[in-house]
């Protein structure tokens, strides 16, 4: 953890005013990640058609024409690119009213959900910025989910589970879907090792910032010197022990 912040951008939310609140420590020049409360996001799970980045890029391109909001961004989570017909999670929020909100219009910003470290498969009730998310994993994917302002109860969460299942849904060998009893409910663990909030590498690239592309060249400058000064401690301490043993035996 403690090297994830001299390496890594930091995440912080958003207050009711507007304020920006730390949750992880990060590398300054990176800036920080601002982690998005289900108040400022919508989430729906759509079934893509392909997912490559054409189909992605469709995707987004359609979710931000669909959206309520008035200056659109959306995020595509895909559970496995590049295959047919793929399950996917669709994010989207508003650009100018988070700008607005923060009095900063260039923020990078992430879903709560995809800023919390996943699991690879089974049920998990976590405690959010603002109330509870229950969420079903299969294959290292979130394959349905659910929000409460308080923890649910085992009605809420068999209504839940049995209003939820797709054929993305967990199934016992037998082909029976699973269920899972009401978990116990779980404190958020941040991923604190995230350097992209983009999904594509077009789209990465684009958002590289001045200063991450000075830190970017200084780190590929520096590495030869730094190994080349490892190296010479390494021999001097050996030389060092060599000169002790030999005086030891005089």
Do not use: H
């Given at each position: 953890m403690i090297l994830n912040s001299f390496l890594f951008?930091?995440?912080?939310?958003?207050?009711?005013?507007?304020?920006?609140?730390?949750?992880?420590r990060g590398f300054r020049p990176l800036g920080m990640i601002t982690v998005l409360t289900r108040d400022h996001y919508a989430?729906?799970?759509k079934v893509l058609s392909r997912g490559d980045a054409v189909g992605v890029r469709a995707a987004k391109a359609q979710a931000e024409f669909e959206s309520r909001?008035?200056?659109?961004?959306?995020?595509?989570?895909?559970?496995?690119?590049?295959?047919?017909?793929?399950?996917?999670?669709?994010?989207?929020?508003?650009?100018?009213?988070?700008?607005?909100l923060t009095g900063k219009p260039s923020l990078r910003v992430l879903p709560e959900p995809l800023a919390r470290r996943p699991i690879e498969a089974g049920a998990r009730v976590v405690r959010a910025l603002s109330g509870f998310d229950g969420e079903i994993w299969h294959?290292?994917?979130?394959?349905?989910?659910?929000?409460?302002?308080?923890p649910p109860t085992e009605m809420e969460w068999d209504i839940f589970q049995r209003g939820a299942q797709s054929r993305y849904w967990p199934t016992e060998?037998?082909?029976?879907?699973?269920?899972?009893?009401?978990?116990?409910?779980?404190?958020?663990?941040?991923?604190?090792d995230r350097v992209?909030?983009?999904?594509?590498?077009?789209?990465?690239?684009?958002?590289?910032?001045p200063a991450q592309l000075i830190l970017g060249a200084a780190v590929l400058l520096?590495?030869?010197l730094a190994y080349n000064a490892s190296k010479t401690i390494q021999l001097n301490a050996q030389i060092s022990g060599?000169?002790?043993e030999a005086a030891e035996r005089t």
């Open positions: 951008p930091g995440l912080q939310t958003i207050s009711d005013s507007g304020d920006l609140i730390p949750l992880t989430m729906e799970r909001f008035a200056d659109p961004v959306a995020l595509i989570d895909l559970s496995d690119r590049g295959k047919q017909s793929m399950l996917a999670n669709v994010w989207t929020w508003d650009r100018q009213a988070i700008g607005e294959n290292n994917f979130c394959v349905a989910s659910r929000w409460w302002p308080e060998p037998n082909g029976t879907p699973l269920l899972y009893s009401l978990p116990e409910v779980e404190e958020a663990t941040w991923i604190s992209w909030v983009a999904p594509t590498w077009g789209e990465r690239l684009r958002s590289i910032t520096a590495a030869p060599l000169e002790q």
